[in-house]
């Protein structure tokens, strides 16, 4: 089970940091990614970022790029996005993912098998 917080209503160029808990199964101790996607209003879900359990390796979309950075902390099983310089458009629900590792990083939500709840974030002009 995957558990998302952290969402809120900031202002442009402000910092917000989401959280993804992970419960029922230790992640650290497979190889899986965990992954962030949002989805804006009227639009579809889209990749944010993803990183390796094992070894932390990351991978964003060009979008984010220098503002997002995802970490984990494999002693509270917990994936973290922060997230800096926020624009209006960052507005959306964001959702944390899980995946079996692979060789190539995957941007397709449906290749994720595990899926938390959402949570709002709301970035005004």
């Known amino acids: 089970q995957l558990q998302a917080s952290g969402g809120g209503l900031v202002q442009a160029g402000d910092s917000l940091r989401l959280s993804c808990a992970a419960s029922g199964r230790t992640f650290s101790r497979y190889r899986m990614e965990m992954g962030w996607f949002r989805q804006a209003p009227g639009k579809e879900r889209e990749f944010v970022a993803v990183?390796?359990?094992?070894?932390?390796?990351?991978y964003y979309a060009g979008s984010v790029k220098g503002r997002f950075t995802i970490s984990r902390d494999s002693a509270k099983n917990t994936v973290y996005l922060q997230m800096n310089s926020l624009k209006p458009e960052d507005t959306g629900v964001y959702y944390c993912?899980?995946?079996?590792?692979?060789?190539?990083?995957?941007?397709?939500?449906?290749?994720?098998?595990?899926w938390g709840q959402g949570t709002l974030v709301t970035v005004s002009s």
């Open positions: 990183t390796n359990w094992s070894d932390g390796n990351t």
């Open positions: 993912a899980a995946k079996w590792y692979s060789m190539r990083w995957s941007t397709e939500s449906g290749m994720y098998a595990y």
